[in-house]
């Protein structure tokens, strides 16, 4: 059975409130930051004695030994167990620091869940963190799987991965920690305009939302009817696939129109790791499709980390060397 969400006063003041009903272990990502906190006091309030708090220490900064001090005595006050973890981020052929640091972070996340056999891990994204998804996914020209942001539910390893408060606003939970002096940490790294969100968190954020009021929840909304509209176009795809086969062949694929040839081609090389095609690169595997009506025609399109080519009647995909 869910534990019950009641929550004592303070807690009910919390705009993290309610979270979704759970039953048995819940792990929270818990940083020290403000976002992680308000969740961190949220799940305590709505699933007493079942909440355990994973902090992923980078080592990136000078900061983080503080950062960790910080969630022990914060977990130790709450009477929350807490997981710590020191990774090592190296940066991978064609990823950033940043991506790389991701990926080890939800990695390791999945495999302490399992560790202290919990099911859910709640992460602490807000609805101006949506916002800032999607503007750089418009920067960069992307589809719906951009436009649809952070997924607000995701597995990996084997684990589930909740973001129950993509809707609530980051100022208001600020103003909640702060009205009750809850203490939580600044990463430095947040005022630092190299990189591209901090950029926009700092100077694009606030004449848009001077601008649009509300535009942060207007956009969540719109990233999740991108979401919705995908699964259709998913869905559209694996049906497909029934009748083009996986690994498309070659002639059935030219029977469909041009619309759902490029849908299916998205959906297959979206299940193979740095596959994803450029539109331009797209494009040049739909006209090379087109255009191969003969047993001699060749087919190798540069695709991520690859090439697409053609394998007489199907097409494949071939990693290439550094």
């Not at 003041?13 to 792990?27: F, H, K």
């Not at 649809?148 to 084997?158: K, L, W």
């Not at 697409?308 to 071939?318: C, I």
């Amino acid at each position: 059975m869910a534990a019950s969400t009641t929550a004592t006063p303070e807690a009910s003041n919390n705009p993290c409130l309610p979270l979704p009903p759970i039953t048995g272990r819940v792990a929270v990502a818990f940083s020290g930051g403000a976002d992680s906190t308000a969740l961190l006091l949220a799940a305590r309030e709505a699933y007493p004695d079942r909440v355990v708090a994973i902090h992923i220490n980078h080592q990136l900064q000078t900061a983080a030994a503080d950062f960790e001090a910080h969630c022990v005595t914060t977990c130790r006050a709450l009477a929350v167990p807490l997981e710590v973890r020191r990774v090592t981020v190296a940066c991978g052929p064609r990823q950033s620091l940043e991506a790389q640091a991701r990926a080890i972070r939800y990695d390791t996340l999945a495999e302490v869940a399992k560790q202290v056999n919990a099911e859910v891990v709640l992460l602490a994204q807000h609805a101006q963190d949506q916002l800032e998804t999607v503007l750089i996914a418009l920067s960069r020209g992307a589809g719906l799987p951009g436009l649809s942001g952070m997924a607000p539910r995701f597995e990996r390893g084997g684990v589930t991965f909740l973001r129950p408060i993509l809707s609530v606003q980051g100022p208001q939970i600020r103003a909640w920690l702060d009205l009750f002096s809850h203490p939580y940490v600044d990463d430095p790294s947040n005022q630092d305009t190299q990189f591209t969100r901090n950029r926009i968190r700092h100077t694009v954020l606030p004449a848009l939302e001077g601008a649009l009021p509300g535009i942060a929840t207007a956009v969540a909304r719109t990233a999740q009817h991108a979401a919705q509209a995908q699964v259709l176009l998913d869905e559209l795809a694996a049906a497909d696939a029934v009748t083009v086969g996986v690994p498309p062949r070659i002639k059935d694929l030219q029977g469909l129109s041009e619309p759902r040839q490029a849908n299916l081609l998205r959906w297959w090389l979206s299940g193979i790791p740095l596959a994803t095609p450029s539109a331009a690169q797209l494009a040049e595997l739909m006209g090379q499709v087109a255009a191969c009506t003969t047993r001699g025609h060749h087919i190798a399109i540069k695709v991520g980390t690859g090439a697409v080519v053609r394998d007489r009647d199907v097409l494949g995909f071939v990693n290439t060397p550094e």
